[in-house]
């Protein structure tokens, strides 16, 4: 029974397995180690300022540091890692005797693919279940010692649902004590107002469990009022703090299923400030896919032997992988402040490369 071609590796695809996979991993240990230095020169003083011992810069701060950046930046590393390899093959003419041996462009781009399936594949792993638990350790790290400004520490005229027909406010928020001022919570039977409660304020504990102190409780049963009042009442209501105070920082801290979860709450609570998390959740679904998209660019652009060298083959890529990202960016500012879709800023970077791709794949030696 013969083996599935797709799945035999012969001799060249090792060869340019090996040479892509190596050259990304050079480029990852090259340019974060350089983004390191450059770094710790840039917060060395706040370091010393906010007295941060050295265990916790190095293993609270850069050991989450380099697998953050690292997946952020996977994609310009696959394409500087394409062009290079690939470039050097095509100077040393060995793009050209593959061709030569009856090996098309398509089959070439086997390995390649192979290649950036892998990286795929840990990029998806690390980025939805495995860097987003230690992200909240580099973040409480920076909010401790870096920029203590960062820290949300409360929030005003917060409004939501918390049930079908329930529906509560806050005049103000505050976190360090978990405590929220001027609060009411309404309840409805269809558009009818059945009760409102009113109180000074309301602490929460743990578990859903709140304590309402100065409070006043209305009844309404047709045109007949009810009021009781009380200094202090235990209650519980299905909201936690995190729910309604959140941070520019907080969709890196929740896995992919967290943040479908979340979502999925939010919008059933009314929320209308979760479409960072959206994009966050979309994004690391689409920068899948860049992988394969950013290495047929580069293969397609560096497997000519060019006039200018390898030096202009790395600038093309560099050019390209920086738009990449900005328009991952503008994108994403859009989704944010100017009402695009989440799903839409997300993808739209991968809609428009991937056009690119195939027009450079149809220019490509056969």
């Known amino acids: 029974m013969k083996k599935n071609a797709l799945f035999t590796l012969k001799r060249l695809d090792r060869y340019i397995i090996k040479k892509f996979l190596g050259t990304y991993i050079f480029m990852i240990v090259l340019i974060i180690s350089i983004a ?24 609270d701060y850069y050991l989450n540091f380099i697998p ?19 470039s050097k093959m095509a100077n040393n003419s060995e793009i050209i005797a593959i061709l030569s041996n009856g090996i098309g462009f398509r089959r070439l781009m086997k390995p390649y693919m192979i290649s950036a399936l892998v990286i795929a594949i840990f990029s998806y792993v690390f980025g939805s279940h495995l860097i987003p638990p230690a992200n909240a350790t580099r973040i409480s790290f920076e909010e401790t010692y870096v920029d203590p400004r960062k820290k949300v520490t409360g929030d005003r005229d917060i409004q939501f649902r918390v049930g079908p ?9 505050d976190m360090n004590s978990k405590t929220g001022y001027s609060f009411s919570m309404d309840h409805f039977d269809s558009l009818q107002l059945t009760s ?22 209305r009844r309404f049963e047709g045109l007949k009022e009810t009021i009781t009042k009380g200094e202090s009442i235990d209650t ?13 920082t907080d969709q890196q801290m929740m ?29 690391r679904i689409a920068s899948v896919f860049s992988a394969f998209i950013l290495t ?71």
Do not use: C
């Open 36 to 59: 390191v230095v450059f770094d710790i020169n840039e917060k060395i003083d706040k370091f010393m300022t906010n007295n941060a011992s050295l265990h916790a810069i190095i293993f």
């Open 196 to 217: 409102r409660l009113t109180a000074r304020s309301i602490h929460y504990d743990s578990a859903y469990h709140w304590t309402i102190s100065g409070y006043q409780i």
């Open 236 to 248: 519980v209501i299905q909201i936690v703090p995190n729910d309604f105070i959140i941070a520019t």
């Open 296 to 366: 047929l660019i580069g293969a397609a652009i560096s497997a000519r032997k060019a006039k200018g060298g390898m030096g202009l083959n790395i600038g093309v890529g560099l050019l390209l992988s920086m738009a990449y990202i900005l328009f991952m960016t503008v994108s994403s500012s859009f989704a944010v402040k100017g009402g695009m879709s989440p799903f839409i800023a997300a993808w739209i970077p991968n809609v428009i490369f991937t056009g690119i791709a195939l027009f450079l794949y149809g220019r490509a030696p056969d």
């Open 255 to 283: 896995t992919s299923p967290q943040l479908r979860r979340y979502v999925r709450s939010q919008k059933e609570r009314g929320m209308g400030n979760i479409q960072a998390f959206q994009i966050e959740y979309h994004s």
């Open 68 to 86: 953050y950046y690292t997946n952020l930046f996977s994609p310009l590393f696959v394409f500087l890692a394409v062009i290079f390899f690939t």
């Open 165 to 173: 027909q329930t529906i509560v406010y806050f005049e103000n928020f």
